[in-house]
């Protein structure tokens, strides 16, 4: 077996235990299964690979730290986007665990010293919170360590020494730590930094910035950004700036699949929604990897 160092995540519900007690076995059961694959999706799209769902919770590895504590940063706004009926018959909330360090994984699980420091971290993390090891902070940019406060040494369950843990604040009132905390690293006193997405399909180009109203993708002359193919629908997607995040929901009958630059799994979006970043391509209506989809390239964009 070989070991490799990885960043892992443990997300863990809260509030699950009272919701089986006023929802019903049924109903809860439901409930938490599409909010534990609701946050599985979000980590995934930002770059994570699900390892496994653990009932009322989902561990994921990522290879980038940073990638891993900004996708951690959303999860609470993933579970408020599930705002629905069923979902107000509680307060369900997460509390999140990071970890960096070598593991192991067999036979589609993982082990090693940094998947039980995340477990542990997990579960010493209060409602809304995220605990983070000091690998994960070490790894950090300036930009992000900001919004870290150090909890000093904790004595965590299976460990012979108290470590020391960082709880990351996203409550914290700095305008330029929360913009940092969003995924941009540039600092700005007087101007905040100017948002954007390109998306470009054959010889059609477009940007969409933060303060521009949803963009509809779709077949037809109602779309903002038409692509003329039987697989898209007339309405396939919205595109639009929310809480500092480029998200892609899907509405369509064949579904969007998401690849980002150096990835080469795509993820599928089925009436579901994925944060963008970096570089990619969206297939509409069917897989990137076929030639023939259609295809767009999209770029988010940050600048001073």
């Known amino acids: 077996m070989e070991q490799a160092v990885r960043t892992v995540v443990f997300a863990d519900l809260t509030g699950s235990t009272g919701l089986f007690e006023s929802a019903g076995n049924v109903a809860a059961t439901q409930i938490v299964t599409r909010c534990t694959h609701a946050l599985g999706r979000h980590l995934a799209c930002a770059g994570g690979r699900i390892v496994k769902?653990?009932?009322?919770?989902?561990?994921?590895?990522?290879?980038?730290?940073?990638?891993?504590?900004?996708?951690?940063?959303?999860?609470?706004?993933?579970?408020?986007?599930?705002?629905?009926?069923?979902?107000?018959?509680?307060?369900?909330?997460?509390?999140?665990?990071?970890?960096?360090?070598?593991?192991?994984?067999?036979?589609?699980?993982?082990?090693?010293?940094?998947?039980?420091?995340?477990?542990?971290?997990?579960d010493r993390a209060q409602n809304g919170e995220m605990l983070i090891g000091e690998a994960v902070f070490a790894s950090l940019p300036d930009g992000l360590r900001v919004a870290c406060h150090s909890l000093d040494r904790i004595s965590i369950k299976g460990k012979a020494e108290p470590m020391r843990v960082w709880r990351v604040d996203f409550a914290r009132t700095a305008e330029t730590t929360l913009t940092t905390l969003l995924g941009f690293h540039e600092l700005v006193e007087d101007i905040g930094p100017v948002r954007r997405v390109d998306l470009d399909c054959l010889d059609q180009h477009l940007e969409l910035h933060a303060d521009d109203p949803p963009l509809i993708i779709g077949r037809g002359d109602g779309a903002g950004f038409a692509i003329e193919d039987p697989r898209v629908s007339r309405r396939h997607a919205r595109l639009e700036w929310t809480a500092g995040q480029c998200v892609l929901t899907d509405f369509s009958s064949n579904g969007s699949w998401v690849r980002f630059a150096g990835t080469s799994a795509a993820v599928?979006?089925?009436?579901?929604?994925?944060?963008?970043?970096?570089?990619?391509?969206?297939?509409?209506?069917?897989?990137?990897?076929?030639?023939?989809?259609?295809?767009?390239?999209?770029?988010?964009?940050?600048?001073a």
């Open 53 to 122: 769902y653990l009932g009322d919770g989902v561990l994921v590895l990522f290879d980038d730290p940073i990638a891993a504590v900004q996708a951690g940063s959303r999860l609470q706004d993933v579970l408020e986007e599930l705002a629905s009926a069923e979902l107000r018959r509680g307060p369900i909330g997460v509390k999140t665990g990071i970890a960096l360090g070598p593991i192991v994984e067999h036979d589609g699980d993982c082990y090693g010293d940094a998947v039980n420091v995340a477990a542990r971290l997990s």
């Open 268 to 303: 599928i979006l089925r009436r579901d929604s994925c944060t963008l970043y970096g570089v990619g391509e969206i297939g509409l209506g069917a897989n990137p990897d076929d030639f023939t989809a259609p295809t767009l390239a999209f770029r988010v964009i940050d600048e």
